[in-house]
């Protein structure tokens, strides 16, 4: 079975500095890697995938993640942060099969960025 | 990216009254959709997934004569939860994928549809 652990229940940064949400997984095979983000009484909005090639993958607003298979990691990482990236961070593990299948999600991290 | 919406986006309603949520793909053919649930300040929790055309399956634990879920074309899904109470509060989310296009591999989530039961 997939699972998803982001070991950190709150990440405080202050604006302008680097933003790392940490997220490692566990599932047999190759997996297909998301993240998404979800402000407020709101839906969750795609950020950015990694299903193959190239490990660094940029997604939306200036967000990018890097897939470490000997890690199994796929942390998320934002070099400047902003006071509107203050959200709820989900990251997401599906099987080979891909989004069609059932995503695994971790329990989500608090980004809080401070002015 | 695509884009699902659902309706409404909050309902209040009494207790044993049945309430309907909409989700639909707007720039793109859904052929798998999914529903979820999210308690406050928790995860999403699967509550089914639905290929078009064809019955939901429903996780282990969801009551499928409770939660009944259509999902009769490639644009809309709805999920009607039957006789409500106040135990089924909760924001319901809707996700849509493809097997082809600009959603291949990729959930896309609609905005979240808020349930009070009275």
């Known amino acids: 079975a997939q699972s998803v652990a982001q070991p950190e229940d709150q990440v405080n940064v202050a604006e302008g500095n680097p933003l790392t949400v940490k997220c490692t997984y566990s599932v047999s095979g190759n997996p297909y890697l998301f993240w998404y983000v979800q402000y407020p009484n709101r839906g969750l909005q795609f950020l950015l995938k990694y299903i193959t090639g190239d490990n660094l993958v940029k997604g939306s607003y200036g967000f990018e993640a890097e897939f470490n298979k000997s890690q199994t990691s796929f942390h998320l990482k934002k070099p400047s942060a902003l006071v509107s990236d203050s959200a709820l961070y989900f990251c997401?593990?599906?099987?080979?099969?891909?989004?069609?299948?059932?995503?695994?999600f971790g329990k989500g991290n608090q980004v809080v960025v401070i002015p | 990216g695509a884009v699902v919406s659902q309706h409404p986006s909050w309902v209040i309603c009494k207790s044993g009254t049945s309430v309907k949520i909409e989700c639909r793909s707007l720039d793109f053919q859904a052929t798998t959709m999914f529903w979820y649930r999210q308690f406050p300040k928790q995860s999403l929790m699967l509550m089914a997934t639905?290929?078009?055309?064809?019955?939901?399956?429903?996780e282990q634990g969801v009551e499928k004569d409770k939660f009944l879920i259509n999902h009769a074309s490639l644009t809309l899904s709805t999920l009607t939860v039957t006789s409500a109470h106040p135990e089924d509060s909760s924001f319901y989310i809707c996700s849509a994928s493809s097997n082809r296009g600009r959603a291949k591999d990729t959930q896309y989530f609609g905005p979240g549809t808020r349930l009070t039961v009275l």
């Open positions: 997401a593990v599906s099987l080979p099969r891909g989004g069609n299948n059932r995503l695994a």
């Open positions: 639905s290929n078009e055309g064809s019955k939901a399956t429903y």
